[in-house]
């Protein structure tokens, strides 16, 4: 096997084929990737459940960092999308771009990360494609990965969905992403342990499902943060949201970082954490089943929704100990470049 990427791995030949068969498959070939051919060909749904799709490109820079890489990310990253919808998540497609010059044993690393990771979440990648640029017209590699999932009957979930009254939860700490990637990035050496949070959550969605059939959407807080997506729900359901902010969950060295580096932790990227907004009275509920997942178990109740003054439009709050409240805002451009 060759060392590093060349140009002859994305011409369609031998070599391609050898690349193909000694990295990817090796990695995670199954039944229908083995196969070979241009198209998976796949089962259809049955009567009254419908598909989720979702698609997303991943350019994080480093590629391995603590708690994960740009492999874990991009199957991580697409199966959330994916069970936001309330969809169980099935297949995946994985596209590469690569750089010529790229070292092989890095990319084996990335394919058996990202094998990892679909087993974790229960799907399968069961197509691809390959692309090598020039060295110095890439940086490496790029990754795009295309899910496909299942919904069941009667499962409508959506940010529209949100009502006045309904209590907002968060599935564990914020901005552990954003920070480990800039701790790598500029090396600065925290002295605590920050790890990235990437994580496959559909395993937690369902649980919440099924302890909370009221529940009205979910969302994974990613570029932009928490204030960012907060900002979008309540957009989409002209409501206010109002978020206690010492019911944030968030690392005392994240938060220190946060402080030290002037970011607000609600706008600081994370991979593996999930917003839900559910009916008040199955919040308990919802928060126990949340708990109950080895990616929960730092969950909580943040706030609360409300009804907005038509004159102004939907705000989202930030109530602090004192009682005092601000205007919790979007992030405003690019906090952090290529966090995923």
């Known amino acids: 096997m060759d060392t590093t990427v060349m140009l002859g791995h994305g011409s369609g030949g031998i070599m391609m084929k050898r690349i193909i068969d000694e990295v990817f498959f090796a990695a995670y070939g199954d039944d229908y990737l083995l196969k070979g051919d241009d198209a998976a060909v796949l089962p259809i749904p049955a009567p009254g459940q419908r598909l989720a799709f979702s698609t997303d490109s991943f350019v994080v820079t480093p590629h391995f960092f603590p708690g994960g890489d740009i492999g874990r990310l991009a199957v991580c990253g697409t199966v959330n999308d994916v069970a936001t919808s309330g969809a169980k998540p ?55 990965t295309s899910g496909v999932g299942l919904i069941e009957e009667g499962i ?49 969605i369902a649980r919440v499902l099924d302890a909370a059939p009221h529940t009205r959407c979910f969302r994974d807080p990613t570029r932009g943060g928490l204030a960012s997506t907060l900002n979008e729900l309540a957009g989409q359901a002209h409501v206010d949201m109002t978020i206690e902010e010492e019911s944030v969950p968030v690392k005392d060295a994240v938060r220190g970082a946060c402080e030290m580096l002037g970011y607000n932790v609600m706008q600081v990227a994370n991979e593996g954490k999930m ?32 009804e907005a003054q038509p004159e102004r439009g939907p705000k989202v709050f930030l109530r602090n100990a004192f009682g005092g409240k601000s205007i919790l805002d979007m992030l405003v451009g690019e906090q952090l470049p290529r966090i995923c």
Request: charge should be negative; proline fraction near 3%; aromatic fraction near 4%.
């Open 90 to 144: 099935l297949y995946l497609s994985c596209g590469f771009i690569l750089e010529e010059g790229y070292p092989i044993d890095d990319l084996r690393r990335i394919c058996e990360s990202m094998a990892q990771a679909a087993c974790e979440a229960g799907v399968a990648i069961v197509t691809g494609d390959t692309k090598v640029v020039n060295k110095g017209h890439g940086d490496g590699v790029f990754i795009n």
């Open 156 to 204: 409508e979930l959506g940010g529209a969905c949100i009502q006045p009254g309904d209590s907002i939860l968060v599935s564990g700490t914020l901005g552990d992403h954003g920070i480990t990637i800039m701790s790598c990035r500029e090396s600065l050496g925290f002295s605590a342990d920050i790890q990235s949070d990437a994580a496959p959550l559909n395993h937690l």
């Open 275 to 306: 917003v839900c907004v559910v009916a008040a009275d199955e919040a308990e509920a919802a928060l126990e089943a949340m708990r109950s997942d080895p990616y929960g178990v730092d969950a909580a109740i943040i706030g609360t929704v409300s």
